[in-house]
């Protein structure tokens, strides 16, 4: 078991921007992510997502600013240790078709420098030992990603950067795969999310950053988003008698429920000012979707 502080800064950026030529694929970011934390990574195609994963990875040099991974620079000659506490997977897993799920575990445990003999726990954790000597072309894309999963899972490492990560997983197998995410945060591990699936990264994360044409727009936890945000919450509630007067301010829905907006900090008083009648009584807050679309359209 790990004993190393939340507060302990796995990756840091500072003020790295990234070009191709012309085009700046990462734009001045900042960015902490720290031990025992899982962060996700949102954006649309091409926000810079992928490019800030290959800085941290030391496959991409920033054109300008510092990554610094386990305190060093990623893409130095001296970086070789650091990269082996790294864990990666990519969005599209490439696995070799003619191997089974055993020998290419044991593939990548060798070239990670790392011993085989946990390999089979290793199969069984993410749930595919069952056709672990099966050979990788006859697996199903779910089965692919979670033998990639295996493999940037050897060794234990501190830092996970995970591209898509439950992409081709039933809602039972992402169940499975973010209980293996939640062992990982309490042993230590930072975790980085990129995805799409924003409704499932809801009760994931402890953070979420959103990128926006390389740049980052916003960075916290839900809470702090919805606050940044300022998308009011909102009450509804239905009521079959109501006393006069006891609906000024509130509007009717298409199915026939009172609802209003309000302060986060009114919501507590409002709901001890409902009737005796009020059933059914729900208090929406903005989902990780909206959030994202209110940013990416300030961004804008």
Sequence with gaps: MRHESI???????????????????????????????????VGHNGAGKTTLIKMMLGLARPTSGDVQVLGVDPSAGAAALARRNLGYLPE???????????????????????????????????????????????????????????????????????DEPTTGLDPALRQNFYEIIGDLRRDG??????????????????????????????????????????IRPRIRFRADRLESGAISGWSRTSDGQLERSCAEEEVAAILRSLPGSAQQIEILRPTLDELYAEFQKGAA
Excluded: W
């Design 92 to 162: 599209n897993v490439a696995l070799h078709p003619s191997l089974t799920g055993v020998e290419t575990l044991r593939f990548y445990a060798r070239l990670k420098n790392q011993p085989v003999a946990g390999n089979a726990a290793l199969l069984e954790r993410v749930g595919i030992a069952a056709v672990a000597n099966r050979r990788v072309g006859t697996y199903s894309k779910g089965m692919r990603q979670r033998l990639g999963l295996a493999q940037a899972l050897l060794g234990n490492p501190r830092a996970l950067l995970l």
């Design 7 to 41: 507060s302990q800064d796995i990756v840091v950026l500072r003020a790295v921007t990234r070009k191709y030529g012309a085009q700046v694929a990462v734009n001045a970011v900042d960015l902490n992510l720290r031990a025992g934390e899982c962060v996700g990574l």
């Design 189 to 230: 591990a930072m975790v980085l999310l990129s995805s799409h699936a924003l409704a499932e990264l809801e009760g994931q994360v402890d953070r979420v950053v959103v990128m926006n044409r390389g740049r980052k727009v916003a960075d916290g936890g839900i809470a702090e988003l919805r606050n940044i945000a300022a």
